[in-house]
C-alpha cells in the first residue's frame, strides 16, 4: 500500500520509533533543565510538564487524521503509545521517593 508522497508510510515502525525516540531525548533534556533550574521542585514540576505535553500530543492527533493511511484505529493506538512513552520517560527520570 503506498501511502503519502512517495510511498512515505507516517505510521510505520520506523517513524514511529524515531518520533518516540526524539520525544524521550528532548524529556530527558527537560528534565535535566528543571533540575538545574528548580532544584527540588524540578520533579514536581515536570510530571506536570509531561503532562501538558502529552496532553498537547493528543490534541494533535486530530490533524494527523488527514494523513493518507490514518484510520481510527491506526489513531487510537498512536494515543495510546503517546501516553506509554510519556508515562516510562516520567517514571524512568522521576525519584518518586522525594514525592512522598
Given at each position: ?10 505510521f510505520?515502525v ?11 531525548l528532548g ?8 533540575r538545574?533550574?528548580?532544584g527540588?521542585?524540578?520533579d ?18 486530530e ?5 493518507d493511511?490514518?484510520t ?6 498512536l ?17 518518586w521517593?522525594?514525592?512522598?
Amino acid at each position: 500500500m503506498t501511502v503519502g508522497a512517495g510511498g512515505f508510510d507516517p505510521f510505520a515502525v520506523l517513524p514511529v520509533a524515531i518520533a518516540t525516540a526524539v520525544g524521550a531525548l528532548g524529556g530527558v533534556v527537560v528534565h535535566a533543565v528543571f533540575r538545574r533550574a528548580f532544584g527540588d521542585a524540578a520533579d514536581r514540576r515536570f510530571v506536570l510538564a509531561a503532562a501538558l505535553v502529552t496532553l498537547l500530543s493528543l490534541v494533535l492527533l486530530e490533524p494527523a487524521s488527514a494523513f493518507d493511511g490514518a484510520t481510527t484505529a491506526r489513531l487510537g493506538v498512536l494515543g495510546l503509545m503517546h501516553i506509554a512513552a510519556a508515562g516510562v520517560v516520567v517514571a524512568a527520570l522521576v525519584d518518586w521517593r522525594g514525592n512522598r
